[in-house]
């Protein structure tokens, strides 16, 4: 049986962060309730379509899927243990921010079968953490990761961010040397992006922030490196590092051609060779009736976007994500997707980037070096193959 990973979508957030453009908002509870009856029947209504797979990972992320009532957590797992067939080894991820992570949430969802956090700290520094609208300090993320362990969770994520305004390459080593002497298994570093339509565009426009030298940026990547090296915790992915075994499955299929069901707004799906987006707007969503959604006669109308991926898409595709895993390519599994050679189609980037190098290969893997990693985008688009 074909391995299916499962993404469930909690847009609610207690308030906007300075930097973020993701679907997320505040709300009350009335709509938080509506919301996740709704959810609650696309996960049982769209079941049906998964099953010939076998579910490999799930993932609730958000938003906050920690800001709402731990029964809906509980629920949608009760949702999913019964209509879908899980691997015995399912890995069960759920995001959280260090101020709604309370132990009685922890111990729901532990119990319900949960088995991965992953934690928004983003700086182990108050005074960046305000400057980012974070609403959440420090010390709240010491008390929410020492009660994820007391109730037995041994597979934790640290999301931590850098580039924030103002930070030196010294509080950035400070914040990621502090997050590591606790052990953690696995560590998401992100340079931020100073997104449209965020608070901190037009604060930077405004001259109101000021963003790190490209030098400090440099000396930042040079400490995560250095010091998860020293940690050991594997670079396995570009922003992602852990330790052997701690690997995040749902991640790694993402980047690996594995195919997924998206629930809930804005959530996306690849699915036998489709990419399908779901509603953007909350009220759409909302008037969706998945009871039908089996007999409609128009399943396309249930979604923002539907687009048939061709080989020429998937090709790309394939290596748009691929390449962004240390271990890079396969020519075997490229070989068995394709039935097309690898090293005949990409010649003469493979030459022009080996003899750069930033790309390398090693038995029947082609990889980007550390430094071809970071000038990932750029490669990339030379490897597209325009239609
Ligand atoms: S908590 Fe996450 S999703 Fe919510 S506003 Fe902040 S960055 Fe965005």
């Avoid at 906050?64 to 629920?75: A, G, M």
């Avoid at 992100?190 to 405004?206: Q, S």
């Avoid at 594997?234 to 075994?245: A, D, L, M, T």
């Amino acid at each position: 049986m074909s391995i299916l990973e499962l993404y469930i979508h909690i847009p609610f957030c207690e308030k906007k962060c300075n930097y973020c453009d993701f679907v997320s908002f505040h709300t009350n509870y009335e709509v938080i309730d509506k919301y996740m009856n709704k959810l609650l029947t696309e996960i049982e209504h769209k079941a049906y379509l998964a099953k010939n797979y076998i579910i490999s990972s799930i993932y609730i992320g958000g938003g906050t899927p920690s800001l709402v009532d731990k029964k809906y957590i509980s629920f949608i797992m009760d949702s999913i243990k019964n209509y879908y067939k899980l691997d015995e080894n399912v890995e069960v991820t759920i995001e959280g921010n260090p101020n709604s992570l309370t132990n009685e949430k922890l111990i729901t969802y532990y119990e319900s079968g949960i088995n991965r956090l992953s934690i928004g700290l983003q700086s182990a520094n108050d005074e960046e953490l305000k400057v980012l609208g974070r609403i959440h300090t420090y010390n709240d993320f010491l008390t929410a990761y020492n009660s994820a362990i007391h109730v037995g969770f041994k597979n934790i994520n640290v999301d931590l961010i850098n580039g924030i305004p103002n930070q030196t390459p010294n509080s950035y080593k400070k914040t990621i040397r502090q997050v590591l002497m606790l052990n953690v298994k696995h560590l998401s570093v992100y340079n931020l992006i100073i997104e449209n339509g965020t608070p901190f565009k037009t604060m930077l426009a405004e001259n109101k922030i000021t963003l790190p030298l490209e030098s400090d940026m440099l000396k930042m990547d040079e400490i995560t490196k250095e010091l998860t090296d020293y940690h050991r915790l594997n670079r396995y992915e570009i922003s992602n590092y852990g330790k052997v075994g701690f690997e995040c499955r749902h991640n790694l299929g993402y980047w690996s051609d594995v195919p997924y069901l998206g629930f809930g707004l804005n959530s996306s799906s690849y699915f036998e060779k489709k990419r399908y987006k779901n509603k953007v707007k909350l009220q759409d969503y909302m008037n969706l009736n998945f009871e039908k959604y089996l007999y409609s006669d128009n399943q396309e109308s249930y979604y923002d976007e539907v687009k048939i991926i061709d080989e020429i898409d998937h090709m790309n595709e394939y290596i748009m994500l691929g390449f962004r895993k240390t271990s890079g390519i396969n020519i075997d599994d490229f070989k068995e997707r394709f039935n097309k050679d690898f090293e005949e189609i990409y010649a003469a980037n493979i030459k022009y980037y080996q003899s750069l190098l930033l790309l390398c290969k090693k038995d029947k893997n082609y990889f980007l070096s550390e430094k071809g990693l970071d000038v990932s985008n750029s490669i990339l688009s030379d490897f597209m193959i325009s239609k």
